[in-house]
């Protein structure tokens, strides 16, 4: 393979899209609390705005490759990077949470492409000697934001306004523009290719659906509401009609014969309970910090960075432990990493320290370093060569499906646990409750002390929520020591192949 000219532009420009795509999926999550005073919404509403950018990626990320066989991936690119700038700032501009939301789907659906065909781009550069070289840059770059998110994120609410975190991305993104404009070079496009559209669409409306019931579920009632019945049988027959079609069609959206790779349906299952634990701790970290302990936005954000930090350091030990140590005792001690962080944080309060949050929160981060490459490796490690396109969509499909479902579920218990928790411990504050006289006073609880009564009443709900808290991370844990016994039905593979390395950073 002869060298590229201007090889180190073009890796500059994709890595830059990059960036600019993972620092998205994190930056917004510091600012959740002001975006939702500024748009007068609740603490299951705002959540919208993280969901709805995840399940737009979510669906958008298999069609990717069509999208560039068909048109040319260097003209997808462009358009994602345009799309994705216009959206982010329109986002920034928004004024009320439907707005928001909206501009986030777009954000969403026009970022899906820049992972995918930024790494083909670079497998495409480099030989085969340098792609392990050129995939630990890119890696690098999918976890810078985790780790810059929270930080920048911080500091631009903090200093200007939280419309900044979106509206960065237009720098970021002319660069990225004018880089893949000047020196990447258009692909060999396939005019007849076609897309699956009634598997893909059905899909689509089952995801979007699902996303709509876990979103309003808490709000309406759930099951007790004629539109989360009606969005749940949607979801079911949309999800009845994509699995017959995916059966019975020559050649469907999804190609059946991967699910009957058994490493590859594990990994599907584990990774998809990865997605629930990471992005949704992080969803909870942040109302954490900034309203139950009162941390200014630019020091929630410094805590919350060594988490991303542990995941970047972790990833390239963990790559040279591969093929060496057994990627099956390496997910193991993934596993339990995580676990342990979830454990340690069901013991928090309010007074806990910035260095126990330091380095929980490091834990938690080398628990996804030991989790990810190595999961991802040996997921496809089995595959055969020409279903790994299409494995690869579906893999990070069922990781952004994760990743959404797990935040509207410990959204919707974390304000059902609050209303619960309140209720019993409420029934405790009265005037005949002895250890309470010992704190308050014998006076402290009279019916006609309508400030002390208001006082009592936000000690109890922050007292309720603290509960709330640690009953999810209480469930984050057993959902990571849940997911153990899959590492059992993993195959170690004879030897783990070049190709299926180079997709273990997507």
């Not at 609050?418 to 402290?444: C, D, K, M, W, Y």
């Not at 009953?471 to 844990?477: A, C, G, S």
Request: aromatic share 10%.
């Amino acid at each position: 393979m002869a060298k590229v000219a201007n090889r180190g532009a073009i890796t500059a420009c994709v890595i830059l899209a990059v960036i600019m795509q993972a620092l998205d999926t994190t930056i917004a999550n510091i600012a959740l609390p002001y975006i939702q005073g500024s748009v007068s919404a609740s603490q299951d509403q705002i959540n919208w705005v993280l969901t709805s950018y995840i399940v737009a990626a979510a669906i958008m990320t298999p069609p990717s490759g069509w999208l560039a066989t068909k048109f040319g991936r260097k003209r997808i690119l462009l358009v994602s990077i345009a799309g994705f700038i216009f959206a982010s700032i329109l986002c920034g501009l928004a004024q009320s949470l439907p707005e928001i939301v909206l501009f986030r789907l777009l954000q969403g659906f026009f970022g899906a492409a820049l992972v995918p065909l930024s790494q083909s781009i670079l497998l495409d550069i480099y030989t085969l000697e340098e792609r392990g070289q050129a995939m630990a840059l890119f890696g690098v770059s999918v976890m810078v934001g985790p780790v810059l998110g929270p930080v920048i994120g911080g500091w631009l609410t903090d200093n200007l306004s939280w419309r900044w975190v979106f509206s960065i991305n237009l720098p970021l993104g002319l660069l990225a523009f004018a880089g893949v404009t000047a020196f990447v070079r258009e692909t060999t496009r396939d005019t007849a290719a076609k897309l699956d559209w009634f598997g893909f669409g059905t899909l689509s409306v089952a995801i979007g659906a699902l996303q709509m019931v876990l979103d309003r579920g808490e709000q309406l009632d759930w099951f007790g509401s004629t539109e989360i019945l009606l969005e749940t049988v949607i979801c079911a027959g949309a999800f009845y009609l994509f699995l017959v079609h995916t059966f019975t069609a020559r050649k469907s959206f999804v190609d059946p014969r991967l699910f009957r790779d058994r490493n590859f349906a594990v990994g599907m299952m584990f990774i998809f309970i990865i997605g629930i634990t990471y992005l949704a701790s992080l969803a909870l970290m942040t109302p954490y910090l900034q309203s139950l302990m009162g941390y200014p936005v630019v020091t929630a954000g410094i805590v919350m960075g060594p988490r991303g930090l542990g995941t970047m350091v972790f990833m390239f030990v963990v790559g040279r432990l591969i093929g060496r140590v057994d990627t099956r005792v390496v997910l193991a001690a993934g596993l339990f990493l995580t676990a342990w962080a979830m454990y340690e944080m069901t013991g928090w309060t309010p007074d806990v320290s910035q260095w126990t949050i330091i380095w929980v929160g490091f834990v938690q981060g080398a628990g996804l370093g030991f989790l990810f490459v190595p999961l991802t490796t040996i997921t496809f490690a089995t595959l055969p060569a020409e279903m790994r396109a299409n494995g690869t969509g579906l893999y990070n499909l069922s990781r952004n499906i994760g990743s959404a479902v797990g935040i509207s579920i410990v959204t919707s218990l974390l304000t059902q646990y609050v209303q619960v928790n309140h209720e019993e411990i409420a029934a405790s504050v009265t005037p005949f409750n002895r250890v309470l006289q010992a704190v308050v006073g014998p006076h402290g609880l009279g019916a006609a002390n309508l400030a002390g009564r208001a006082q009592m009443d936000g000690i109890v709900t922050q007292q309720a929520t603290i509960i709330a808290y640690i009953n999810d991370f209480k469930l984050m844990m057993i959902l990571s020591l849940a997911a153990l016994p899959l590492v059992l039905l993993l195959r170690k593979p004879s030897a783990v192949s070049g190709d299926a390395a180079h997709v273990a950073i997507e």
